[in-house]
């Protein structure tokens, strides 16, 4: 067995890299080879304990591909950019930043990834934004916060991430998720009303002038309620005691491929499925290639003694095996600057030992989920860059917004040690 130390030294090395911005496959891939040869194992057993870290994590992989297809339905035929409009327009200029956390909110929920659900609703923030005065501060606070409350609700890669790595159904895990979310939404809109007129205000040259042309709110919602309604047949029919609903095995695999077809069918926009495939599958490319390097790192820990040390410094320091959970989404969320990896990190660097605590695996999935939304949106994530573009926004600018999701995501993951915490 590889010793623990070795292990960390692969896992720290894989973190540095990323935070020098070298590519995050091979920094992961490196990692583990480094890991591995540190411990002493020859080069071939290293080549076998990677294949069988990677192999491990392709059903996860596969349907991260599949919640692609759903995301490039909603994206490219505009349904997400419809719902947002409909639900600013609904509740109002008095009610604008719920509105703008509540609209990012759900169309994350829905499937669409959380840089692009902020790309999405970016446009009508600011020129709402322009009309009321409110603060570029407030605004992406909104957008934000309501992102990363979508975010551990949806079939989203690291809501699979989650499910995968903890054995559990994604229906579970998103029904898990929520009412940490309804606590994170609700902190997110106290929060932005508190620093509304904290801040630089929206430039005339930040707003676009065009107005856009947007398609019925029923059509855009049929992709997103065919998948959520198929995907919860098998709950519902646990809480029901109904077997016939038991008995139905829903896959995330192939639910949300059929929900994405039949909705662009539903739209009119049946010739575009290809196109919309072709969209989603792109951009899931790097989370999936991604996935396959966390993989390899999981497989140096699992052929570690590392889960086992872990456990033995918590209950040697008198702390509760509870918090390991949480707080090794949190790390690896500030170490990658990304939810998705986060996830895949925690659930496959400290799965066991999380587990070995006592934890039930619904559990641990939430608790892992919420802690990774704590402090992922850092200057060497992909977010960070995407969200301060979307908004017109200097780099110190959303340096400032940094602390406000930090206090978001820690509401979010309080919630969820307090309810399933304690859950054996």
């Known amino acids: 067995m590889i010793s623990w130390y070795a292990a960390i030294i692969g896992l720290l090395l894989a973190i540095f890299l990323i935070l020098r911005r070298f590519n995050p496959l091979y920094s992961l891939f490196l990692g583990a080879i480094v890991g591995c040869l540190f411990g002493g194992v020859s080069l071939v057993d290293t080549v076998d304990i990677l294949i069988k870290g990677t192999q491990s994590i392709m059903g996860t992989a596969i349907r991260v591909l599949a919640a692609g297809m759903l995301a490039g339905v909603m994206m490219e035929s505009g349904a997400a950019e419809s719902i947002a409009n409909a639900i600013v327009n609904k509740l109002g200029a008095n009610k604008i930043l719920l509105a703008l956390a509540l609209s990012t909110m759900i169309i994350?929920?829905?499937?669409?990834?959380?840089?692009?659900?902020?790309?999405?609703?970016?446009?009508?923030?600011?020129?709402?934004?322009?009309?009321?005065?409110?603060?570029?501060?407030?605004?992406?606070?909104?957008?934000?916060?309501?992102?990363?409350?979508?975010?551990?609700?949806?079939?989203?890669?690291?809501?699979?991430?989650?499910?995968?790595?903890?054995?559990?159904?994604?229906?579970?895990?998103?029904?898990?998720?929520?009412?940490?979310?309804?606590?994170?939404?609700?902190?997110?809109?106290?929060?932005?009303?508190?620093?509304?007129?904290?801040?630089?205000?929206?430039?005339?040259k930040d707003v676009k002038g065009n107005k856009k042309e947007f398609m019925p709110l029923k059509k855009a919602l049929i992709t997103p309620l065919l998948s959520v309604v198929l995907l919860l047949l098998n709950?519902?029919?646990?809480?029901?005691?109904?077997?016939?609903?038991?008995?139905?095995?829903?896959?995330?695999?192939?639910?949300?491929?059929?929900?994405?077809?039949?909705?662009?069918?539903?739209?009119?926009?049946?010739?575009?499925?290809?196109?919309?495939?072709?969209?989603?599958?792109?951009?899931?490319?790097?989370?999936?290639?991604?996935?396959?390097?966390?993989?390899?790192?999981?497989?140096?820990?699992?052929?570690?003694?590392?889960?086992?040390?872990?456990?033995?410094?918590?209950?040697?320091?008198?702390?509760?095996?509870?918090?390991?959970?949480?707080?090794?989404?949190?790390?690896?969320?500030?170490?990658?600057?990304?939810?998705?990896?986060?996830?895949?990190?925690?659930?496959?660097?400290?799965?066991?030992?999380?587990?070995?605590?006592?934890?039930?695996?619904?559990?641990?999935?939430?608790?892992?989920?919420?802690?990774s939304t704590v402090i992922d949106a850092v200057p060497q994530g992909n977010y960070f860059h995407v969200s301060a573009d979307s908004m017109k926004m200097t780099i110190k600018e959303r340096l400032q917004i940094i602390p406000y999701e930090v206090c978001i995501g820690g509401v979010m993951t309080l919630v969820a040690v307090v309810l399933y915490g304690f859950q054996k």
């Not at 923030?125 to 603060?135: I, W």
């Not at 579970?172 to 009412?179: K, L, S, Y």
């Not at 699992?302 to 707080?327: E, N, R, W």
């Open 235 to 371: 709950p519902l029919g646990n809480l029901l005691n109904m077997a016939i609903l038991q008995n139905i095995k829903i896959d995330a695999m192939y639910i949300l491929p059929f929900a994405s077809v039949v909705g662009a069918i539903a739209m009119g926009h049946a010739g575009n499925i290809s196109a919309y495939a072709t969209s989603g599958v792109r951009r899931v490319t790097d989370t999936v290639l991604i996935l396959i390097g966390a993989g390899a790192i999981a497989g140096l820990i699992s052929a570690s003694d590392l889960s086992t040390q872990v456990v033995h410094v918590i209950m040697s320091l008198g702390l509760s095996g509870v918090f390991l959970a949480p707080l090794s989404g949190v790390i690896m969320g500030l170490a990658v600057g990304s939810t998705s990896t986060a996830v895949i990190l925690a659930t496959g660097s400290f799965g066991d030992a999380i587990l070995s605590t006592g934890l039930n695996p619904l559990s641990a999935a939430v608790m892992v989920h919420t802690g």
């Open 108 to 204: 994350t929920a829905v499937g669409v990834f959380i840089p692009v659900a902020v790309l999405i609703v970016a446009p009508i923030a600011l020129s709402v934004g322009k009309q009321t005065g409110m603060s570029k501060l407030a605004l992406l606070t909104a957008l934000s916060g309501g992102g990363k409350a979508g975010n551990i609700i949806s079939p989203n890669p690291n809501t699979i991430a989650a499910t995968e790595g903890f054995k559990l159904t994604l229906s579970d895990v998103m029904i898990g998720g929520f009412i940490p979310a309804l606590f994170g939404l609700l902190a997110t809109v106290i929060i932005a009303n508190m620093i509304k007129h904290k801040g630089v205000t929206v430039a005339d």
